[in-house]
């Protein structure tokens, strides 16, 4: 009954707010003889307010920040934030799938609600994140951050915050805005061109905005830079060029073996013989986008506004991958005249040991780098599309209503070129005595040489090479409908009691499509994966209510107590809630204290419910492995499955694991206290500290939290052969882990707790250009106490600890102490601004979770970094501003890191790497 009554609750709005839009123009009503109050809504509430005075920790930056920054991707300036973790941007190759994305508190972007006009936006993968190169940079009025639960006003994913990007909707005349962005070297250029139009209709009581925008983003190999052209690894207590033991003179992992380009062969050296894959990776990935957006509104009378909103988005990012690294098992014909006497002498020794034909094709596992196939190249092309409908007005003079409709469609093609098909590899390796033909001819078979470089022939190539089509599909539905007003006031205070009602449905379902090579797994060099299929709805019910309890008495200027609460029915894990509540107190007009509870759920997406088991390759280090066996490991569980501790060394630093979706996931659960002051000793200075803790219980994760750390579990804290860490391991013949199952699980327990501390001060002064100037400053800074995961419910005591480490446990750096501070000056049409940006220093999460000693490291801490950006700002004339400036002016480069690293030698998104970059906008208005 409760379904059928929301049910029917929902689509009545929905038929209200299609009416409400086909309205025609009707005559206005006259205006009341009564003066009207701007009403603000902060995000992180509904309600209306008279104040700015957020109930949660809250930052702003406002358009001005973007302009003077020259950022064209607006993921990188909220990545300069020190309330979040650097996450996907224009140098994530490898891990990379061209979105632009936030992640606050480092709690993971599907934990970040991302909103437009306080609305969601177009989801950009299955895990329903949004793509920040969808939201248009010039449209951007300010962007509100708020860090801490948000599930009980904004519903699920909101465990971290929410931001909200609040777009110029009422625009009046043309405005043409244009950046030129290049490095100090002369390479990785950006450039883009927007348009933006709009004006009054129907005598000032409509107002129509168009936007458009074009962006071109030049590639930079990592061959390009010194710090990034050699794939670098750890040995011999020091840093050397590494890479990879898929090599294009083929290795046998059975026997040890390389082999020279006359197929002649010979001892493999490690690692002087590795491949350096580096230079054939991107590190700034290039990209094309165009924009479309387009908003209306329209007053009916003044009672009721009919509004609208239009987004269209295409954008294509490619990536580029090494050559494929051959990694499989093939049979081969001891008699193959490719390679030398020795090795086919070697292989017919084999055959005798084993007992069988010296002429019997025997089976070896190796590893070819397919450079005569080109590099891997992927494009993602993501086209996305979303049309809002509305209404909104008063009931009467204490309460209004707001109603909408949000449609969001998303389609993805992933285009794979380059790639081998494991099939015709194995096929076309094993040839007649001769080499001339494969001994199965079958498809046009032409005989494979990858015994040594160069040796395949262009016939073998066009046999082997294989691209592929992937597409996915992403649809979200949302329809809303709220009602704000006020109550009585209560006799001690002067403001009345405020509140908001509303229901909400929303609807997500998403498919993907992968080429059939790829869900078959008929691939070698990129991830294999099974096609995802799902989707869920929700019906909610939400409120909140502001209570003005005291005002304007002795000691106590204002204490105010906000509640909200939301109950959610979900198909797929039925119905969960949500609350929250604070308390501000102001004992005097210059000091606010706020203190707040929030209990946050975020339902399981659908990429995390009926994600295809897929492949992946991340950092991981085998504890059975030479070098890697510690104190702690348990060498008689690695000889159980099946290896002699140290007795081989790992092949890559990159591990393969299967991972996948778990329909039977329940909701995440978390628990935010915030308490914070807020002090105006002076005019024109703003001081802020907020303490956060964020508990997050029966967190979606993978099993064990990661490749590294099941192996980590296996053989260094469970050590029993049955636990699901050592079975999901399996290994090849030559002892290296051949894949972990990693499938999708609720897995345990993340803390997070810290400090920020943000000051704001501007003044004028007595000099100048025209006599006269104003100076601002502005310092943001987060210092974090701890983060910490439990993997394993049933494991309370394995911690891992993360604040202020970084590595292939932890992952991204996450520095115990982080700020910036820009300064502005501004005098008649001129403005100077300086932006500094500290990161602090880390460590590799071994020395704080496996009591690894520093001394044995060889880069055992990140040091820490400071970036410097200047910009100037002059107003030539009341139509045309120009600005120029040059980011990381100081030209910092990160430290170079072996193999604790995400790709790069370094963490591209949390440093900078392309040195100076000097950029030149402007911008022209015509009225």
């Known amino acids: 009954m409760k379904k059928n009554l929301l049910s029917v609750a929902v689509k009545g709005a929905i038929s209200l707010t299609a ?83 936030v992640d606050l508190r480092g709690l993971g972007s599907y934990r970040t609600v991302v909103l437009v006009n306080g609305r969601r936006y177009i989801p950009a993968t299955q895990t329903g994140i949004v793509d920040l190169n969808t939201v248009p940079g010039t449209l951007i009025k300010s962007v509100d951050v708020v860090t801490g639960g948000a599930s009980a006003v904004y519903g699920s994913d909101a465990l971290a915050g929410v931001v909200n990007f609040q777009l110029v909707d009422d625009f009046e005349g043309v405005q043409i805005t244009s950046l030129y962005d290049v490095t100090g070297e002369g390479d990785g250029a950006k450039s883009n061109i927007d348009l ?10 409509g107002n129509a905005t168009v936007y458009a925008s074009w962006s071109e983003r030049e590639a930079v190999m990592q061959g390009d830079r010194d710090f990034s052209n050699v794939a670098l690894t750890e040995s011999g207590g020091q840093l050397v060029a590494g890479g990879s033991s898929g090599v294009p003179g083929t290795l046998v992992f059975d026997t040890g073996t390389t082999f020279n380009s006359d197929g002649t062969s010979r001892e493999w050296m490690d690692p002087a013989d590795r491949f350096n894959y580096a230079p054939d990776n991107y590190l700034q990935l290039p990209q094309e986008r165009f924009l479309i957006s387009s908003f209306a509104h329209y007053d009916i009378s003044d009672k009721v506004t009919a509004y609208g909103e239009m987004a269209f988005s295409h954008n ?101 070129n380059n790639d081998v098909a494991a099939s015709r590899f194995r096929q076309a390796i094993l040839v007649n005595d001769a080499g001339t033909a494969c001994q199965d001819t079958s498809n046009g078979c032409a005989p494979l040489n990858i015994w040594g470089a160069g040796n395949i022939s262009q016939e073998a190539i066009d046999f ?102 939301r109950y959610s029915d979900y198909s797929n894990i039925g119905g969960v809630s949500s609350y929250a509540t604070a308390l501000n107190y102001a004992p005097i007009d210059m000091l606010k204290i706020r203190a707040g509870f929030q209990q946050a759920v975020r339902a399981p997406n659908v990429s995390e419910l009926f994600l295809g088991q897929s492949n992946g390759f991340p950092s991981a280090d085998d504890p059975c492995a030479a070098g890697n066996v510690t104190s702690d490991t348990d ?93 999901a391991i399996s290994r090849r013949g030559d002892g290296n882990v051949q894949i972990v199952n990693v499938l999708n699980e609720n897995i345990g327990l ?27 400053l502005a310092f943001n800074s987060t210092y974090l106490l701890d983060y910490d995961e439990t993997p394993i419910a049933d494991l309370p005591e394995r911690v891992n600890t993360c604040a202020g480490v970084f590595g292939n446990t932890c992952g991204s750096p996450r520095q115990e102490f982080n700020w910036n501070s820009r300064i502005t000056w501004t005098s008649g049409d001129l403005t100077l601004s300086a932006l500094v940006r500290y990161l602090g220093e880390t460590e ?67 440093y900078d790497l392309l040195g100076p970059r000097y950029f030149l906008s402007a911008s022209y208005r015509f009225e």
């Open 844 to 910: 590799d999460d071994v020395i704080e979770n496996n009591g690894v000693a520093a001394s044995d490291l060889v880069v055992p801490t990140l040091d820490a970094e400071t970036y410097l950006d200047l910009s100037l700002g002059y107003a030539m004339t009341e139509n045309l501003d120009l600005n120029f400036g040059v980011k990381n002016a100081l030209d910092t480069e990160p430290t170079p890191l072996g193999d604790a690293q995400e790709q790069a030698n370094t963490f591209p998104s949390t």
């Open 196 to 205: 933006t139009m709009g004006g009054n209709f129907a005598d000032g009581r």
């Open 750 to 776: 993340i803390e997070t707790n810290g400090i920020d501390f943000n000051v704001n001060y501007g003044t004028d002064l007595d000099f100048g250009i025209d006599g006269g100037s104003y100076l601002s």
């Open 635 to 727: 060498t008689a569980l690695c000889s159980a499955t099946g290896v002699t501790a140290g007795s081989f060394t790992q092949a890559n630093s990159q591990i393969e694991g299967l991972f996948g979706g778990n329909p039977d996931l329940k909701e995440e659960t978390s628990n935010t206290f915030t308490f914070g002051i807020v002090a105006q000793p002076m005019e024109g200075l703003d001081i802020a500290v907020d303490y956060y803790s964020i508990e997050i219980e029966d967190a979606i994760d993978v099993l064990g939290g990661g490749v590294n750390n099941v192996l980590d579990l296996c053989y260094n804290v469970v050590k029993d052969i049955n636990s699901p860490f050592c079975q």
């Open 464 to 565: 082997i090479n294989v691209g592929a089509t992937n597409v996915t599909s992403i649809t979200q539905e949302v329809l809303s409908a709220s009602m704000s007003g006020s109550l009585a006031t209560l006799p001690s205070a002067d403001e009345a009691v405020a509140v908001v009602f509303g229901l909400e449905y929303r609807n997500d379902e998403s498919t993907y499509r992968p080429d059939s090579f790829l869900s078959a797994g008929d691939v070698l060099g990129f991830n294999a994966g099974k096609e995802t299929v799902g989707g869920y709805d929700a019906q909610e019910v939400f409120s909140e209510i502001n209570v003005p309890l005291v005002s304007g008495k002795p000691g106590v200027e204002s204490l105010d107590f906000w509640a909200a609460a």
């Open 19 to 101: 009416a409400a839009v086909m309205v025609p123009a009707m005559p206005a009503f006259a205006q009341q003889d009564a003066q009207l109050v701007e009403e603000v809504v902060v995000t992180g509430s509904r309600i209306k307010r008279q104040d700015l005075e957020s109930v949660t920790p809250l930052t702003s930056i406002g358009a001005e920040e973007f302009k003077i920054s020259g950022n064209l991707n607006v993921e990188q300036k909220l990545a300069e934030l020190p309330q979040t973790l650097p996450s996907f941007g224009p140098s994530s190759n490898n891990p990379g799938d061209g979105t632009a994305r």
């Open 316 to 416: 294509e990012v490619p990536q580029e991958l090494a050559p494929t690294p051959a990694f499989t098992t093939v049979s081969v014909n001891p008699n193959t005249p490719f390679f030398d006497d020795a090795f086919q002498q070697t292989l017919r020794d084999m055959n005798v040991a084993a007992g069988v034909d010296a002429s019997t094709p025997v089976d070896l596992f190796v590893g070819r780098r397919m450079v005569e196939n080109g590099s891997r190249q992927s494009l993602d092309t993501r086209d996305g599309f979303r049309i809002l409908s509305g209404f909104r007005g008063d009931i009467n003079d204490n309460w209004s209503f707001d109603t909408y409709y949000s449609y969001s469609n998303l389609e993805n093609t992933n285009l794979l």
